[in-house]
Nanobody, 116 residues
Protein backbone atom coordinates (compact mmCIF):
# COMPACT_ATOMS: atom_id res chain seq x y z
CA UNK A 1 0.00 0.00 0.00
CA UNK A 2 1.35 3.39 -1.01
CA UNK A 3 -0.34 6.73 -0.34
CA UNK A 4 1.09 10.02 -1.61
CA UNK A 5 -0.42 13.37 -0.67
CA UNK A 6 0.11 16.55 -2.68
CA UNK A 7 -1.34 19.99 -3.14
CA UNK A 8 -0.38 21.65 0.11
CA UNK A 9 1.15 25.10 0.35
CA UNK A 10 0.87 28.60 1.76
CA UNK A 11 -2.50 30.31 1.41
CA UNK A 12 -4.02 33.46 2.86
CA UNK A 13 -6.97 33.30 5.27
CA UNK A 14 -10.17 32.88 3.32
CA UNK A 15 -8.36 31.15 0.49
CA UNK A 16 -8.73 27.67 -0.99
CA UNK A 17 -6.60 24.63 -1.72
CA UNK A 18 -7.23 21.18 -3.13
CA UNK A 19 -5.27 18.27 -1.70
CA UNK A 20 -4.84 14.98 -3.54
CA UNK A 21 -4.00 11.51 -2.28
CA UNK A 22 -2.72 9.12 -4.94
CA UNK A 23 -3.10 5.46 -3.94
CA UNK A 24 -1.39 2.34 -5.23
CA UNK A 25 -0.67 -1.22 -4.18
CA UNK A 26 -4.23 -2.13 -3.29
CA UNK A 27 -7.72 -2.17 -4.77
CA UNK A 28 -8.56 1.45 -4.05
CA UNK A 29 -12.24 1.13 -4.98
CA UNK A 30 -12.84 -1.38 -2.18
CA UNK A 31 -11.67 0.76 0.73
CA UNK A 32 -12.96 3.60 2.82
CA UNK A 33 -10.51 6.53 2.89
CA UNK A 34 -9.89 9.28 5.42
CA UNK A 35 -8.10 12.59 5.80
CA UNK A 36 -6.39 13.51 9.05
CA UNK A 37 -4.31 16.51 10.09
CA UNK A 38 -1.75 17.32 12.73
CA UNK A 39 -0.98 20.85 13.85
CA UNK A 40 2.28 21.73 15.61
CA UNK A 41 2.21 20.58 19.22
CA UNK A 42 -1.15 18.86 18.83
CA UNK A 43 -2.34 15.30 18.33
CA UNK A 44 -3.37 14.05 14.92
CA UNK A 45 -7.09 14.60 14.37
CA UNK A 46 -9.59 13.12 11.98
CA UNK A 47 -10.89 15.52 9.30
CA UNK A 48 -13.12 13.62 6.87
CA UNK A 49 -14.09 10.15 5.65
CA UNK A 50 -15.49 8.78 2.40
CA UNK A 51 -16.81 5.28 1.77
CA UNK A 52 -15.44 3.11 -1.02
CA UNK A 53 -18.15 4.15 -3.49
CA UNK A 54 -18.25 7.76 -2.34
CA UNK A 55 -21.86 7.34 -1.27
CA UNK A 56 -21.13 8.01 2.41
CA UNK A 57 -19.24 11.04 3.66
CA UNK A 58 -18.51 12.54 7.07
CA UNK A 59 -16.69 15.59 8.40
CA UNK A 60 -15.30 16.84 11.67
CA UNK A 61 -17.36 19.73 13.04
CA UNK A 62 -14.36 22.04 12.68
CA UNK A 63 -14.35 21.72 8.87
CA UNK A 64 -18.02 21.02 8.08
CA UNK A 65 -19.34 23.38 5.43
CA UNK A 66 -15.84 24.45 4.35
CA UNK A 67 -14.13 21.22 3.26
CA UNK A 68 -15.30 18.70 0.65
CA UNK A 69 -13.97 15.17 0.37
CA UNK A 70 -14.27 13.25 -2.88
CA UNK A 71 -12.66 10.39 -4.77
CA UNK A 72 -12.13 9.17 -8.31
CA UNK A 73 -11.88 5.38 -8.25
CA UNK A 74 -10.85 5.30 -11.91
CA UNK A 75 -7.78 7.38 -11.00
CA UNK A 76 -7.13 5.76 -7.60
CA UNK A 77 -7.16 9.22 -6.09
CA UNK A 78 -8.90 10.94 -3.19
CA UNK A 79 -9.28 14.71 -2.84
CA UNK A 80 -9.93 17.29 -0.16
CA UNK A 81 -11.20 20.64 -1.36
CA UNK A 82 -10.61 23.21 1.38
CA UNK A 83 -12.30 26.61 1.26
CA UNK A 84 -12.62 29.57 3.63
CA UNK A 85 -9.35 28.51 5.18
CA UNK A 86 -8.47 29.76 8.65
CA UNK A 87 -5.11 30.02 10.41
CA UNK A 88 -6.23 27.18 12.68
CA UNK A 89 -6.39 24.90 9.63
CA UNK A 90 -2.59 25.06 9.46
CA UNK A 91 -1.31 21.49 9.78
CA UNK A 92 0.24 18.58 8.00
CA UNK A 93 -2.57 16.74 6.21
CA UNK A 94 -2.44 12.95 5.84
CA UNK A 95 -4.51 10.44 3.94
CA UNK A 96 -5.28 7.12 5.53
CA UNK A 97 -6.87 3.77 4.91
CA UNK A 98 -7.34 0.61 6.94
CA UNK A 99 -7.13 -2.83 5.35
CA UNK A 100 -9.12 -5.97 6.13
CA UNK A 101 -6.68 -6.87 8.91
CA UNK A 102 -7.19 -3.52 10.65
CA UNK A 103 -3.74 -2.35 9.55
CA UNK A 104 -3.42 1.43 9.21
CA UNK A 105 -1.68 2.93 6.20
CA UNK A 106 -0.55 6.56 6.01
CA UNK A 107 0.97 8.85 3.47
CA UNK A 108 3.93 11.10 4.19
CA UNK A 109 1.71 14.16 4.58
CA UNK A 110 1.47 17.54 2.89
CA UNK A 111 1.92 20.85 4.71
CA UNK A 112 -0.88 23.42 4.63
CA UNK A 113 -0.08 26.85 6.06
CA UNK A 114 -2.78 29.51 6.33
CA UNK A 115 -1.23 32.89 7.00
CA UNK A 116 -1.29 36.45 5.77
Amino acid sequence: VHLVESGGGLVQPGGSLRLSCAASGFTFSKYEMRWYRQAPGKEREWVAVITNTGGGIGYADSVKGRFTISRDNAKNTMYLRMSSLKPEDTAVYYCNTVDGNSHDYWGQGTQVTVSS
